[in-house]
């Protein structure tokens, strides 16, 4: 009788501890259910879905939970199970919990609530004054995060531009300058060629994404192509590590720092072109390039128009080290986010251009109130815009390139006549590429971060 009696008290415990995990599991999934619906935004990005798919999806996880919750509560009832449904629900158990846990943390933590975030830094954006001090902070601190303070000394470019080519409306020229000694950036500059006496023109920087093809891509090529023919002088460039620049790798946060300098340098490149006006300086890049884009605009007040495409988000920060590699959006005294960084741009025209499938989804929900909040400080509301494309993903494609060519014919005083891309002509990597047997890399060339890093330290002694 005594064991038969233990046998039943060991029956039942079973049963309450299944019952207890199976009441977790349905607390654990309706919980996540909450969080995901409140930001279904960030669960479709994680997942790489549609927002249209994440109610459906919801609805069955709550059909778990309501399934869990009946079967912790039947446990509970003595002798109401058959011990194999006992036994099963803890191998069942312990993966629902898991999953409800990590999803409701990658919704809540991992990726940083936009609202929220928002809501922290408008507090600086109460009034003018406040935002200037805030812009200034903001402005040293990714400057000091980016290891760029002091900024390094601006040695001679010693430019070398070769294999010029007349196109329908405009040239194109291979190059490549020094940054800092021993180390080469690479490109193409496009240029008008109608006669103009000596006209100034605009300048716009192509700084490209992470994309396969990098600046050799039919979408940089097709930005350099129509915004010459429409009157600008325009340099796409190499990020850190791909197309030629290979003196280092891409996959070090030395990568944000080098990236950040170059694009700088590129604008004492191009300021200095005797036809450079440089009162309409543009820039534009998507992806890791939109990054860029406003990154240099945030510092460097030299540019005048900016237009980051597929990039702006107040809740991620993108997934390269070129982009979150060095403590840009947290240091002494602030904390920061990529929608706030944009915002260092005002009152100077800005464009975001954003999309329905990835993080910038959130754009005119989110970030662009915010933004025309700051521009309205200075009474400059109307001076920032947003294109939200929804049915598009994330691209520099053809309707992408036609916001960006209106924004700056707007503001840069560029020939909107001139904007149809049919009369661009698509070069092979090799017609465009800035070192051949001609002009081979220089053997003064460094090699690895630590040669590179190095090198600009050296120049970032006190003066």
């Known amino acids: ?24 599991s349905a607390v654990a999934l309706a919980v996540l259910v909450r969080s995901a619906w409140a930001h279904a935004e960030l669960l479709a990005y994680g997942l790489g879905m549609d927002t249209a798919m994440v109610p459906p999806l919801l609805a069955g996880i709550a059909a778990a939970a309501a399934v869990c919750a009946v079967g912790g509560l ?15 629900a803890f191998p069942l158990c312990a993966p629902l919990i898991t999953f409800a846990c990590v999803l409701v943390w990658a919704v809540e933590v991992k990726y940083e609530r936009g609202d929220v975030n928002l809501d922290r830094v408008s507090t600086y954006a109460r009034d003018l004054p406040a935002w200037r001090v805030r812009a200034a902070t903001l ?44 180390v080469f950036v690479a490109g193409n500059l496009y240029r008008p060629v109608s006669a103009e006496g000596n006209a100034k023109r605009p300048v716009v920087l192509l ?52 990236q950040l300098w170059n694009s700088m340098r590129v604008l004492d490149f191009l300021l200095v072109l005797p036809d450079a006006d440089a009162s309409r300086v543009g820039m534009t890049g998507a992806s890791g390039g939109g990054t860029q884009t406003f990154l240099c605009t945030a510092v460097d007040d030299r540019v005048t128009v900016a237009a980051p495409v ?27 986010n990529n929608a706030e960084i944009a915002a260092l741009a005002a009152p100077r025209p800005l464009l975001v251009v954003s999309d329905g499938a990835d993080w910038t989804r959130t754009v005119p929900r989110l970030e662009l109130p915010y933004l025309r909040r700051v521009y309205g400080l200075f009474g400059r509301e109307q001076d920032v815009e947003n294109v939200h494309l929804a049915e598009e993903g994330h691209d520099y494609g053809p309707s992408k390139r036609q916001a960006v060519y209106r924004f700056f014919t707007k503001h840069l005083g560029l020939n909107a006549e001139s904007m149809d891309e049919s009369a661009d002509t698509i070069e092979p990597r090799q017609a465009l590429e800035a070192f051949d047997a001609a002009h081979p890399l220089p053997p003064s060339a460094l090699h690895g971060w630590d040669a590179v890093m190095g090198q600009l330290l050296s120049l970032q002694q006190p003066r």
């Not at 060991?10 to 977790?24: D, H, N, P, S």
């Not at 991620?316 to 602030?334: D, F, N, S, T």
């Open 1 to 24: 009788m005594a064991a038969e009696n233990a046998n039943i008290r060991k029956t039942g415990l079973l049963e309450r501890t299944a019952g207890t995990l199976l009441l977790v």
């Open 74 to 88: 039947r446990f509970w009832r003595k002798g109401a199970a058959r011990r194999w449904t006992v036994w099963a």
């Open 139 to 182: 402005r040293a601190g990714i400057l000091h995060g980016a290891g760029l303070d002091p900024l390094p000394a601006r040695t001679p470019l010693n430019a070398v531009l070769h294999s010029r080519r007349v196109e329908n409306g405009y040239s194109v020229e291979n190059l490549y300058f020094e940054s800092i000694p021993g």
């Open 207 to 258: 700084p490209h994404g992470h994309f396969s093809a990098g600046r050799f891509d039919a979408s940089v090529q097709h930005l350099g192509a129509t915004l010459a023919r429409m009157g600008a002088i325009a340099f796409s460039y190499d990020m850190v590590g791909r197309g030629e620049s290979l003196q280092v790798t891409h996959d070090s946060p030395n990568a944000l720092t080098l």
């Open 310 to 336: 597929v990039m702006v988000s107040s809740w991620c920060y993108g997934g390269c080290e070129c982009e979150i590699g060095l403590p840009i959006h947290r240091g002494a005294g602030y904390a920061t």
